[in-house]
Nanobody, 123 residues
């Protein structure tokens, strides 16, 4: 198991930006694909973005494509989610997760989860 801790959430106005971080410990970070998910009140957890272990390939949900950027610094055991042009519908708790296999986008494709960081976008 890998331990994951998110940070960087907060309150921002629509059109603003936030950068989330996910610090990992417990196993070789670069060996594992990583992802970001989010869960809004009353909704299921949904995939936001994923990245391969090397960081060479990233992929996104259609709802955030062109606005969010996932990245990682393996030397720092840290993953990031840069969120620009935020919308009220981006309001959710955001979770980082360590993957079982590359290119996963379902919660079952990931086996370690952080505790989440809340993002609130006001209109």
């Amino acid at each position: 198991q890998v331990q994951l801790v998110e940070s960087g959430g907060g309150l921002v106005q629509a059109g603003g930006s936030l950068r989330l971080s996910c610090a990992a410990s417990g196993r070789t970070f670069s060996n594992y694909p990583m992802g970001w998910f989010r869960q809004a009140p009353g909704k299921e957890r949904e995939f936001v973005a994923g990245i391969t272990g090397s960081g060479s390939t990233s992929y996104y949900a259609d709802s955030v494509k062109g606005r969010f950027t996932i990245s990682r610094e393996n030397a720092k055991n840290t993953m990031y989610l840069q969120m620009n042009s935020l919308k009220p519908e981006d309001t959710a708790v955001y979770y980082c997760a360590a993957g079982r296999r590359p290119y996963g986008s379902e919660p079952g494709d990931f086996d370690s989860w952080g505790q989440g960081t809340r993002v609130t976008v006001s209109s």
